[in-house]
């Protein structure tokens, strides 16, 4: 057997760790098991960690049979109140804005840090077998309470071709419609209204989802309620909230007075992308293009989830293309909103289902840097919204900078702003992008640059049909000194060719950009593989006139007999 590399080195010495600590702090004193998604998952941890309170959320979902040796995921979870932490050998810049651990990277160990709650993530996927650790399990925010141990079920999940996706469920006549939309699109609110109106309701936030046979199980028996949701709601009569004074919601924990509302599992009927008509007008179903359902099934599971990346974007790619969507319109009137989710679920078998060429292209994460206390430029965010790709995260970091810019709301990106207070390189700014993105081609940009549209979905063609190549390089408007002359054996109009569109997985394999260099693009492609072997001086073709068919650019068309001739 080969030595283990370097990361899964580090994995397995931080699992063993956490182990040895769970061991001393009392190990399996406590043992509770759940039923999810048809599986048994087996929660140990010592007395002191409070096991009920911690799995009041799962508790549906408990099952009376005894562990076994077979349990699809053994849950270990301790505190540290008996015994010393953790040594946690890494610092907060390792750390990703959804707690992946840089340098920590492999195929069978997984580890986050979320710092919201404090806690310490580690999944041996071989073993199926995770470990939490928390720095004092009674002090643990009441939003995590409501949706425990995410993390790992999210891994374990995934490893299982499932995928937690955050949505609510429904379910009528044994049948399940799955509510989706960014956050504040009236999934939670709909979700509560069809359970007052006969409906069983899977969860109000996340759920798992399979796609062979398509079926929505329940996670988590916890709702989460804004203050005036509460009013007239027949749902929590009687029942006690949990509220915290940091946190803008009541949690109400279903499991105990209203297990008769809730279901375990169902097959998934229908999609429906939620949306709260701002003019008032009655509820409605109206038809939902396949791109709008996609970005509405992804968008918020892509950007909470730790490691979320190519293999989540498959599962939610084909739960778009085999489950026919619906656009839900929500009006005021309670009484027609369930009624509504009934007549899609109803609609659901005659509706055709998603299909487009563009949901097969992948995700592009577009990297934009801005210093200091600045906002990036409103054109370029207006710019990359219009652009003619489908499936972009836009990361916006700012360094030298305290707090995170407010991001506005965008329908057609995953827009995320990070900070640093720290003075970065570009390369470093690069660095950190490439680390946080969920992409599979990453594209960095400063605030002032910009591309043609159309240039994108040019490159990503181009990497597609050519997918031995790690990088696209084009033109620039940032001057000559941006890049070397490239040379060719045609004449040409540019005189600089500059890389900008990556291959992820290229970039992690030679550790990102250096941070020593003054060209850091220009040297990454050259630790790839020479510019000249990539693609020599690519100016990507400006769009075609609406209307007319776009002929290909004999420049692009150049390259393709170049790297013909040079694979002969």
């Not at 709601?233 to 029942?239: D, M």
């Not at 949990?242 to 105990?256: H, I, N, P, R």
């Not at 390089?473 to 001057?479: F, V």
Request: hydrophobic share 40%; with cysteine; charged share 25%.
């Amino acid at each position: 057997m080969t030595a283990p590399s370097r990361p899964d080195a580090q994995g397995e010495h931080l699992f063993a760790q956490l182990i040895s600590g769970w061991e001393q702090a009392g190990g399996g004193e406590v043992e509770r098991c759940f039923s999810v998604a048809e599986s048994q998952v087996v929660v140990r941890g010592p007395r002191a960690t409070s096991l009920e309170r911690l799995c009041a959320a799962l508790e549906h979902l408990a099952s009376d049979e005894l562990a076994t040796s077979e349990a699809g995921l053994e849950l270990l979870v301790y505190d540290s109140s008996v015994v010393a932490p953790p040594p946690m050998p890494f610092s907060q810049h390792q750390l990703t804005a959804r707690g992946e651990l840089h340098g920590f990277e492999s195929e069978r160990f997984r580890m986050a840090f979320r710092f919201g709650e404090f806690t310490l993530n580690a999944y041996d996927r071989e073993r199926r077998r995770a470990v939490v650790w928390m720095r004092d399990a009674r002090q643990l925010p009441l939003w995590y309470l409501a949706s425990p141990f995410r993390t790992p079920l999210h891994w374990w999940a995934s490893d299982r071709g499932l995928q937690l996706v955050h949505g609510a469920g429904v379910v009528k006549g044994g049948r399940a419609a799955l509510i989706v939309g960014r956050g504040g699109s009236g999934k939670s609110s709909t979700a509560l209204t069809c359970m007052e109106r006969g409906f069983e309701l899977l969860g109000d936030d996340y759920v798992i989802v399979g796609v062979d046979p398509a079926t929505v199980w329940s996670l988590y028996s916890s709702v989460k309620v804004v203050p005036e949701q509460l009013e007239a709601r027949s749902t929590f009569e009687g029942l006690a909230a949990d509220t915290e004074e940091s946190f803008d919601k009541s949690v109400f924990f279903l499991a105990e007075h209203r297990a008769e509302r809730l279901a375990s599992g169902a097959p998934l009927a229908v999609l429906l992308r939620a949306q709260v008509d701002r003019a008032g007008g009655p509820t409605r179903l109206e038809d939902c293009g396949p791109l709008e359902i996609d970005a509405a099934v992804s968008g918020d599971t892509l950007r909470h989830l730790p490691y979320a990346g190519h293999p989540t974007q498959e599962v939610l790619n084909r739960l778009s293309t085999s489950v026919p969507a619906r656009r839900l319109l929500l009006g005021p009137e309670r009484d027609a909103i369930a009624a509504t989710v009934e007549r899609a679920l109803g609609e659901a078998p005659s509706l055709p289902l998603a299909t487009s060429s563009d949901l097969s292209l992948p995700f592009v994460a577009v990297v934009v840097e801005v210093e200091g206390e600045n906002s990036p430029d409103p054109g370029l965010i207006e710019a990359l919204e219009s652009e003619d790709y489908p499936r972009l995260e836009v990361l916006v970091i700012r360094h030298r900078a305290k707090v995170a810019w407010d991001a506005p709301r965008t329908e057609h990106v995953v827009l995320t702003s990070l900070h640093d207070e720290r003075k970065l390189s570009r390369a470093e700014v690069f660095n950190r992008g490439s680390r946080e993105s969920m992409a599979e081609l990453v594209a960095f940009l400063s605030s002032s640059d910009r591309w043609q549209r159309g240039f994108l979905r040019s490159a990503v063609e181009f990497l597609a049909e050519n997918p031995e190549l790690p990088v696209v390089a084009g033109a620039s408007d940032r001057g000559a000194g941006a890049g070397t002359a490239v040379e060719s054996d045609s004449d040409s109009e540019w005189a600089t060719a500059v890389p900008w569109l990556y291959r992820r997985g290229a970039l992690d394999k030679i550790g990102g950009f250096d941070a020593s260099e003054p060209q850091p693009e220009r040297s990454a492609a050259e630790r790839l593989q020479p510019v000249a072997e990539v693609l020599p001086g690519l100016e990507l073709e400006p769009p075609a006139p609406v209307g007319s068919r776009r002929a290909r650019d004999p420049r692009i068309e150049h390259v393709r007999q170049w790297l013909d001739r040079r694979r002969r």
